[in-house]
């Protein structure tokens, strides 16, 4: 059983900053990749952000360069600066523990709770 506890979300305005922050804990197997995916109301969950085990990074395209993703594996811990927030932002956002296949894809495979983000203009 794998444990994820979020925390970090909020309300902020437009232009401002927070840092997501998700432990893992419980049955977690080496190499995993970590990722963040957020789902606003009315829309699909899609993917924000992804880290492999190794550091390699990969970002939607609507938050490049605004946000951040990190780990620390002796924590297996992934945060999720994110700046220069914008209404758009808005949504609850996921954290994962999964796996990277080949061509790099991240397939999630354990989701935490969510933790909600609102972005006022």
């Known amino acids: 059983q794998v444990q994820l506890v979020e925390s970090g979300g909020g309300s902020v305005q437009a232009g401002g900053s927070l840092r997501l922050s998700c432990a893992a804990s419980?049955?977690?197997?080496?190499?995993?990749?970590m990722g963040w995916y957020r789902q606003a109301p009315g829309k699909q969950r899609e993917l924000v952000a992804c880290?492999?085990?190794?550091?390699?990074?990969n970002y939607a395209s609507s938050v490049k360069g605004r946000f951040t993703i990190s780990r620390d594996n002796g924590k297996n811990t992934v945060y999720l600066q994110m700046n220069g927030l914008e209404p758009e932002d808005t949504a609850v956002y996921y954290c994962?523990?999964?796996?990277?296949?080949?061509?790099?894809?991240?397939?999630?495979?354990?989701w935490g709770q969510g933790t909600q983000v609102t972005v006022s203009s």
């Open positions: 994962n523990v999964g796996i990277m296949i080949s061509g790099g894809t991240y397939v999630p495979v354990h």
């Open positions: 419980g049955s977690i197997f080496s190499g995993i990749a």
């Open positions: 880290i492999s085990n190794g550091g390699s990074t």
